[in-house]
């Protein structure tokens, strides 16, 4: 028998990563996640190609925010970035969480993301804990516990030898 | 080099924990307490008209989160640019009796 002595945190009730049901459930939250980002982008797509003109418009009006003139500023300057890279990134975005391949490169995409939905959307009148910010600590979750690494293809991904000589690329993968 | 890793990991988790338990709950408390809005928008009648306002501006309480979220940028940069530490992860054998 053995314990774990490094690590303070510990205990008797440390919530095991390998156990089936907890792997299992943050498989289905990534892939749901996923899923959720790739059809806002695939219709975005389907409907307006890469063009997606609302939103450097969307950002343009993101006035008085705790962003301050970013994503006014970001409206105006990068709109040739902005049109087709919000059906393009949510697209990608949540190809990869389904697939859980750099999981942790999109998730950190997918944080961005709700971070402007959030504070540009200001739904607020039932205080600040809304969808928005729900979706925005999804991400998160996938991001911190490494989710792709749970029936993803970043568990196989992590096993290869260029990361293994370059374990720094499970910054991006997990 | 573990210790200063140690000291850095405790001050980003201990920081951002405390902007977003500030930003969404201390101050949601407080704006609970102020009474209507109990949310963080302005609170309207049916002809449009604003009857109540946020006693805190929700514009500070998204600013503190996205402080907290800044602060674990930062450390992911942080991890990111410094060496990987070495598994330390050490198993003490217990004996049965």
């Known amino acids: 028998m053995s314990t774990q002595a490094a690590n303070p945190l510990a205990t008797e009730f440390e919530l095991e990563l390998d156990k089936p049901l907890t792997a299992y459930w943050l498989a289905i939250v990534r892939v749901l996640t996923g899923w959720w980002f790739f059809h ?5 797509i389907i409907e307006n190609g890469l063009n997606f003109s609302y939103g450097p418009a969307y950002m343009q009006q993101m006035t008085g925010t705790a962003l301050g003139p970013i994503p006014v500023w970001m409206g105006n300057n990068l709109g040739w970035l902005i049109a087709p890279g919000v059906p393009l990134f949510e697209t990608l975005i949540g190809l990869a969480l389904i697939a859980g391949a750099l999981t942790r490169l999109a998730a950190l ?3 961005f993301f709700m971070v402007l939905f959030w504070v540009g959307n200001a739904g607020f009148g039932h205080g600040l804990v809304n969808s928005d910010l729900m979706g925005l600590m999804l991400f998160m979750t ?3 516990l490494g989710a792709g690494r749970y029936y993803g293809l970043d568990a196989i991904i ?3 030898k260029l990361v293994e000589q370059n374990p720094k690329l499970r910054y991006i993968l997990g | 080099m573990t210790d200063t890793n140690d000291i850095v990991d405790r001050i980003a988790m201990g920081l951002s924990a405390a902007l977003f338990t500030l930003g969404i709950v ?5 704006e609970t307490l102020a009474g209507k809005p109990f949310g963080a928008a302005p609170l309207t009648n049916d002809a449009g008209e604003v009857i109540a306002t946020p006693m805190i501006d929700p514009t500070i309480r998204t600013g503190l989160v996205i402080a907290g979220l800044l602060v674990l940028a930062l450390w992911g940069l942080y991890k990111v640019a410094t060496p990987l530490v070495e ?5 003490r054998e217990m004996t049965a009796d």
Not at chain 2, 26 to 30: A, K, P, R, Y
């Open chain 2, 26 to 30: 201390v101050l949601g408390i407080v």
């Open chain 1, 40 to 44: 806002a982008g695939i219709t975005k």
């Open chain 1, 158 to 160: 992590e096993k290869t």
């Open chain 1, 109 to 111: 995409g997918g944080v």
């Open chain 1, 142 to 144: 996938v991001l911190v």
């Open chain 2, 87 to 91: 598994e330390t992860t050490t198993q």
